[in-house]
């Protein structure tokens, strides 16, 4: 299932437009492509779950911690209490949270596995996906795993947990560094958005980080540091071959290359 905009001039139908190249798509070619644009290449948003089932074996996925939901510490309201909010991502995307984690196989190699899901509250970091990614750290550290992350969060922190959400970013960090001098292998993916407190954390403390192209990565967005430096940025900013260029990628890989390239690397590092 694509999660690309609705928009009220296209129909749930057949085609779908892309935001890449801005050509109407014949929707089952796209799917076939793992939801990667024929013409030019764009990455569609995909679901979290739908991510998984692309890049692991087939039914090798144990979900842990699978109920786990967020308590509400700081009684948070916007429109609706923090609890209703949860209950309507709920609803909206069938996840429990944005994080999901668990015990997986890349061609016949086991590792653990976290992923983040911009369509749940952005993908933002509260007490669970700190939680939820801490706990599969630890998980690989004790079984002596791999261990990859998948983030996709145009939020960082949640602010509905105000510093509970702060805090898993060193929660988070912490358990990557220990994992990581215990000789554990993590490499970390960025898809399309992954920014602010994520990017800040966990995210960014691989041995080896990996992109999908053109995915916007940063801390804060691109029009917040213009307001805030009152200069234009440079052309394609924040864009994962900006990055690369600038030493912060090890390497972009396309959707479909993707198990293929991990499987690589596993059979290498590991
Ligand atoms: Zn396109």
């Given at each position: 299932m694509i999660f690309f905009r609705k928009k009220k001039?296209?129909?749930?139908?057949l085609w779908i437009r892309c935001d890449g190249c801005k050509g109407m798509i014949f929707k089952k070619i796209v799917e076939e492509r793992?939801?990667?644009?024929?013409?030019?290449?764009y990455h569609f948003r995909i679901f979290s779950r739908d991510r998984l089932k692309l890049l692991l074996d087939e039914n090798s996925f144990e979900e842990m911690w699978a109920t786990m939901v967020p308590c509400n510490p700081l009684n948070f309201k916007d429109r609706v209490t923090y609890p209703e909010r949860v209950a309507i991502e709920q609803e909206k995307t069938g996840l429990k949270e944005a994080a999901i984690v668990g015990k997986g196989m890349i061609n016949g190699r086991e590792i653990m596995i976290g992923i983040t899901d911009p369509s749940f509250i952005m993908g933002s970091m509260g007490s669970v996906v700190g939680e939820k990614i801490t706990r599969i750290t630890e998980k690989a550290m004790e079984q002596k795993l791999p261990l990859i992350i998948i983030s996709g969060s145009?939020?960082?922190?949640r602010m509905q947990e105000g510093v509970f959400s702060l805090m898993q970013m060193a929660k988070t960090s912490a358990a990557i560094a220990r994992f990581q001098e215990a000789g554990g292998l993590y490499i970390s993916i960025l898809t399309d958005p992954s920014l602010g407190g994520v990017m800040a954390s966990f995210?960014?403390?691989?041995?080896i980080t990996i992109a999908e192209p053109k995915a916007l990565i940063g801390f804060a967005g691109p029009r917040v540091i213009q307001e805030t430096i009152k200069r234009s940025l440079p052309?394609?900013?924040?864009t994962a071959e900006f990055l690369l260029e600038h030493g912060f990628l090890d390497m972009i890989v396309n959707r479909q290359d993707m198990k293929k390239e991990l499987s690589r690397l596993l059979g290498y590092l590991q």
């Open positions: 001039d296209m129909p749930d139908g793992m939801f990667v644009c024929p013409e030019c290449n145009g939020g960082g922190a995210a960014s403390l691989a041995d052309k394609g900013f924040q």
